[in-house]
């Protein structure tokens, strides 16, 4: 069985930096892409990040780029999610994804992680 546990999240100021993490269990991901989403109060839940797990080709969100930046550990089965110059707008419950690359739909999900910047 297939789980995403998300750690990591919590307060911070805005300019902060958070790293959460996202451990993946239950099958061999070679094939997968592995993504982040977050969701704010009130909100769709938004794409944030996608690595793909065999050649390491990421993908980023206009409203992330050049602050956030998303890896993986092969040792650890674990992708991260690197969040530096946080802003109030960052503020969302924060979800790692997985798909298969052939798919266009995300079948595996965590329970989320909250992420709250203070301004």
């Known amino acids: 069985q297939v789980q995403l546990v998300e750690s990591g999240g919590g307060l911070v100021q805005a300019g902060g930096s958070l790293r959460l993490s996202c451990a993946a269990s239950?099958?061999?991901?070679?094939?997968?892409?592995m993504a982040w989403f977050r969701q704010a109060p009130g909100k769709e839940r938004d794409f944030v990040a996608s690595?793909?797990?065999?050649?390491?080709?990421?993908i980023y969100a206009d409203s992330v780029k050049g602050r956030f930046t998303i890896s993986r550990d092969n040792a650890k089965n674990t992708v991260y999610l690197q969040m530096n110059s946080l802003k109030p707008e960052d503020t969302a419950v924060y979800y790692c994804?997985?798909?298969?690359?052939?798919?266009?739909?995300?079948?595996?999900w965590g329970q989320g992680t909250q992420v709250t910047v203070s301004s």
């Open positions: 994804a997985a798909r298969d690359w052939r798919s266009t739909r995300y079948s595996y």
């Open positions: 239950g099958r061999t991901f070679s094939t997968y892409v």
């Open positions: 690595i793909r797990w065999s050649n390491d080709y990421t």
